[in-house]
């Protein structure tokens, strides 16, 4: 399939499938239905005009691929980044397909691009090329609840979902369940608590279940468990800001951070909320007083001292040119596609753990599931029995207070009696999908010793999840 790659250049969609071509190895597949499964069902490149606000018109470039359908609807973010083209939304669209197989959500990938840098435009502008992205969707059926379900991606966030959801609104009349048209919408649309974060709580859940593993550790020279982990995050985005926060919730320390316009290093430890202060301040992470070092070439922060490194920025920041720099000994992917095929060979082979994209970035999709669900049943969790909860509990504890004569403190009750909320709930559903599907992927890889990393042993978990589905259906002899 035709790119707009000219030869010779990286390609996002080819490092994708040469992961794929290995992993296929590894199952017993028909060819056939590996290439079904690996190439990208519809690709929608279009382009429309807008009115700047200077007066001058503006032609847009924009995509949405839809990966695969063997599971309806289709799902994957909206990126809005002057460096979009259509092998990346390719790509994308691609990893979000094995990343619903390996956890378990039950959708097809897609993914959308417009290619724009946000800052060069206005809010008002930026709502117009988001309702009319929206418009030439609907007009192509390549939008809504049982069709295709847009979220945030790079570049975007909660207020361009809420324009993609008044625009769908708008179009569909009285369709009772538009609002699971798109995810990653504000609360006040109907979106859900926890979301916003879930893709870096994700993240951080993943690093940690992998450092938990003693045998995996002792071949790192490492001691299990996150507590005193030296961290370079790379990206204080969204994903990247919020995996920090975990992480240090969990006893990590944030040695290190990496933005596009330089980076900070400090061994005892860096306040990710006083950089991005000090940044809304000064316009750069440049300057932050407690970094004991810092690097005007970003590239440079990657390479300093560290137990684990998180890329949350963008495609192929690790090649075969920096790997050797490296000094990580486990690298989880935050970022979609930061790492190369040669790159990983590498870092394989010295012994290092990579925690794949297509498992370790899978915290965003998974609360946004959570999301069309709640839009689909019109109803919060939580909503029906969190009195109910406490009203158990309440009669529990009294019940136990009586035949013990123990009488616990307020604080004490309180912890007890408790009822879930949502975020409670979505966070516990987002850990549980996390841990499962990591100890699957490990028991994938060892059940098998020609199987050389997690992100191999992912791809066969998510080929033969998706392979199980095209010949459920019948249309695969």
């Not at 990208?40 to 009115?51: A, D, K, L």
């Not at 949502?422 to 850990?431: K, M, P, Q």
Request: some cysteine.
């Amino acid at each position: 399939m035709a790119t707009n790659k000219s030869q010779g250049e990286f390609s996002f969609f080819n490092d994708v499938c040469q992961f794929f071509d290995h992993a296929a190895q590894f199952t017993n597949h028909d060819r056939g239905l590996l290439d079904q499964i690996k190439a990208c069902n519809s690709v929608y490149r279009f382009r429309f005009p807008i009115q700047r606000a200077n007066g001058k018109l503006e032609v847009i470039d924009a995509w949405r691929v839809e990966h695969s359908h063997h599971k309806s609807p289709t799902k994957g973010g909206i990126r809005y980044s002057d460096m979009v083209n259509e092998d990346e939304v390719m790509a994308l669209a691609a990893l979000m397909t094995y990343k619903c197989a390996i956890v378990n959500v039950p959708f097809g990938g897609a993914k959308g691009g417009i290619c724009i840098n946000p800052r060069d435009y206005s809010v008002a502008e930026l709502e117009t090329i988001t309702r009319r992205y929206t418009v030439e969707l609907v007009k192509k059926n390549f939008i809504g609840p049982a069709i295709d379900v847009p979220a945030p991606d790079y570049g975007t966030g909660e207020r361009e979902m809420s324009w993609i959801a008044d625009t769908y609104l708008t179009m569909n009349p009285g369709q009772l369940d538009a609002l699971g048209s798109v995810t990653g919408k504000p609360l006040s649309l109907s979106g859900i608590d926890g979301r916003k974060a879930a893709t870096g709580r994700g993240v951080a859940i993943a690093v940690r279940e992998c450092v938990e593993v003693a045998e995996d550790m002792k071949s790192l020279g490492l001691t299990p468990g996150v507590a005193g982990k030296r961290i370079i995050i790379q990206g204080l985005g969204n994903v990247g800001y919020n995996t920090a926060k975990v992480l240090q919730e969990y006893g990590a320390i944030i040695v290190g951070v990496c933005e596009y316009d330089g980076a900070l290093y400090n061994e005892d430890g860096l306040d990710v909320d006083a950089i991005l202060e000090h940044r809304r301040n000064n316009g750069t992470i440049l300057g932050y007083k407690k970094a004991k070092q810092e690097f005007a070439i970003p590239a440079i922060g990657l390479e300093q001292e560290c137990d684990i490194l998180v890329p949350a920025a963008l495609e192929n920041q690790i090649t075969e040119d920096n790997i050797s720099r490296i000094k990580a000994k486990i690298i989880a992917e935050g970022a979609n596609g930061p790492t190369t095929p040669k790159a990983e060979e590498i870092f394989a082979k010295r012994g290092g753990i990579i925690i794949p994209d297509m498992y370790c970035n899978a915290g965003g999709v998974t609360v946004s599931y959570f999301e069309w669900l709640k839009n689909l049943s019109h109803v919060a969790f939580g909503r029906m029995d969190k009195r109910y909860e406490e009203t158990a509990n309440r009669n529990i504890v009294n019940m136990v207070e009586a035949v013990t004569g123990v009488t616990l403190t307020s604080e004490q009750r309180g912890v007890i009696v408790k009822g879930a909320t949502e975020l409670e709930l979505v966070n516990s559903g987002l850990e549980d999908t996390m841990i499962r599907s990591y100890h699957e992927i490990r028991r994938i890889k060892n059940a098998n010793n020609k199987i050389d990393t997690l992100r191999t042993a992912a791809f066969v978990s998510s080929i033969d999840k998706i392979a199980t589905s095209y010949l459920n259906m019948g249309i695969w002899p």
